[in-house]
């Protein structure tokens, strides 16, 4: 899984392991994580080992730089396709996509969870409930800013 130190900001990826404390590789911050709530066994994570937030939701585990490549292969064949490459590997980009598996993540300390499968409470992003947890923004507020 993927996570974000939050003493230095620096981003790393990492095994937890019930009980044990997580240390950060750059500034040795180390940070609790939580014995329940999660079940590496089950590929199940019901509460953020890392912050205790409950709410978490489903993502595509897409590699950005492989998205990328095919991208910028697609834009050096187009003087020999006629642009039909971006056209096909942009197709191939988002074959790819739809076939990858979800993982979770946590709304609050947007850790990864990559050997996670999401369970029927974790939907796709939602923008409002990200900033809601994140940010601590309460629900009525935004109503009340909808209106005005
Ligand atoms: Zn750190
Ligand atoms: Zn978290």
């Not at 590789?25 to 066994?41: K, L």
């Not at 897409?62 to 396709?81: D, K, Q």
Request: charged share 25%; proline share 5%; with cysteine.
């Amino acid at each position: 899984m993927r996570t974000q130190c939050r003493e230095c900001g620096l981003g790393f990826g990492a095994e937890v392991e019930r009980g044990q404390p997580l240390p950060c590789p750059n500034c040795q911050h180390a940070r609790e994580v939580a014995a329940d709530g999660w079940d590496a066994a089950a590929a199940k994570v019901d509460r953020c080992p890392l912050c205790g937030c409950d709410h978490l939701y489903r993502q595509r585990d897409f590699n950005r730089t492989l998205g990328c490549v095919l991208v910028i292969i697609g834009i050096l064949l187009v003087p020999w396709t006629y642009g039909l490459s971006l056209i096909v590997l942009s197709g191939v980009d988002l074959v790819i996509y739809y076939m990858l598996p979800f993982a979770v993540v946590c709304y609050r300390c947007d850790t990864v969870y990559r050997d996670a499968r999401p369970g029927p409470r974790q939907g796709e992003f939602d923008l409002l409930k990200h900033d809601v947890v994140k940010y601590g923004k309460t629900w009525v507020d935004k109503r009340e800013k909808r209106q005005a």
